[in-house]
């Protein structure tokens, strides 16, 4: 599985848990589907300047899309590129709408005990960088997960993942930039694949060569 890529780390994301690396420009982080089931939510934020933050809003306008492919970037709150989807095995099942999960998401679901969620998973995977975020953010690009925008157009419909174990996205890196990741804990609304409910672990590697280069695209302007 992707040979050909050279890492300088690895690491295995928990279930139910979060990691964040560092990248510097032009590095590469690939996320890796063990099981093929699993959700994984992806945030980004600028190293120098944590408060410019990888924006999911700015990302549909730049791209024109709702959701990404390869070749497609990702841009910041300052309307900046910060990641560019440079590989995907998977069948490109992704999504930007859905808010990552927190902890009023599960008591609206009906817990009553504490419950390990996306939104704390950010801040402990920074906090373990040694990063203080100065505000929450629920926009996350939830990569592998599967909404399905209806054919009326304006209705959402939440699937199970698509993909097989060792499918895999590269983001590469087009600022120093820290990038956080949760194995989405997710138990209760049927999103983790087959249908089991079952979080389980991902893993990540920080790419230094070997992935594909794909020229960095403008913003879209109208013809």
């Not at 300052?78 to 992704?94: E, F, K, N």
């Not at 950010?122 to 953010?137: A, D, I, K, Q, R």
């Not at 590269?170 to 999103?191: G, K, N, T, W, Y």
């Amino acid at each position: 599985m992707s040979a050909e890529f050279q890492h300088r780390e690895a690491m295995t994301i928990p279930a139910r848990y979060g990691k964040a690396v560092r990248l510097q420009k032009g590095e590469a982080v690939q996320v890796i589907n063990l099981h093929g089931t699993q959700v994984v939510d992806c945030w980004a934020y600028n190293a120098e300047d944590v408060s410019e933050y990888m924006c999911m809003e700015a990302t549909r306008v730049w791209n024109q899309r709702l959701n990404p492919k390869v070749g497609d970037s990702f841009i910041t709150s300052q309307r900046h590129p910060i990641l560019t989807l440079v590989a995907d095995t998977s069948p490109g099942v992704h999504d930007t709408f859905m808010a990552a999960c927190d902890a009023r998401r599960y008591e609206l679901l009906g817990c009553t005990e504490p419950h390990r969620n996306c939104h704390d998973n950010l801040f402990e995977g920074m906090s373990e960088l040694g990063v203080t975020l100065p505000h929450g953010n629920l926009a996350s690009f939830n990569i592998f997960m599967n909404i399905q925008v209806q054919p009326d157009g304006i209705t959402l419909k939440t699937l199970p993942v698509v993909t097989k174990p060792g499918d895999y996205i590269v983001l590469r890196a087009e600022m120093d930039c820290f990038v956080a990741f949760s194995a989405c804990p997710q138990d209760i609304v049927s999103i983790q694949g087959q249908g089991d409910n079952t979080p389980r672990d991902a893993e990540l590697r920080i790419l230094t060569s070997g992935f594909p280069q794909v020229q960095l695209k403008g913003a879209w302007v109208p013809a």
